[in-house]
Nanobody, 115 residues
Framework: QVQLVESGGGLVQAGGSLRLSCVAS????????MGWYRQAPGKQRELVAT???????NYADSVKGRFTISRDNAKKSVYLQMTSLKPEDTAVYYC?????????WGQGTQVTVSS
């Protein structure tokens, strides 16, 4: 079983920055794909960014140039640096661990961007 614990969410004004963190409790981390997803009220969960074990990244078009995903395999952690935040970025952000067979999810952290 993989447990993911997110932190770093909060309330920020438009144009501000936040950094989300996720720590995984698992012995298999460095080779798996990690990611961040978000879900706004009344909407489906959507991809924000992913990063493979080799460090290849993928971003949703809506966050390209503003968000950066990174990982620290020694700390079994993945991060999401968010800059130039917009009100439409408001959502619950979820950490994702995908080992090629199944997904694991964190409990989510709320990000609210005020205009």
């Amino acid at each position: 079983q993989v447990q993911l614990v997110e932190s770093g969410g909060g309330l920020v004004q438009a144009g501000g920055s936040l950094r989300l963190s996720c720590v995984a409790s698992t012995n298999i981390f460095s080779i798996v794909r990690m990611g961040w997803y978000r879900q706004a009220p009344g909407k489906q969960r959507e991809l924000v960014a992913t990063i493979t074990g080799l460090g290849s990244t993928n971003y949703a078009d809506s966050v390209k140039g503003r968000f950066t995903i990174s990982r620290d395999n020694a700390k079994k952690s993945v991060y999401l640096q968010m800059t130039s935040l917009k009100p439409e970025d408001t959502a619950v952000y979820y950490c994702n661990y995908y080992n090629g067979a199944r997904d694991y999810w964190g409990q989510g952290t709320q990000v609210t961007v005020s205009s």
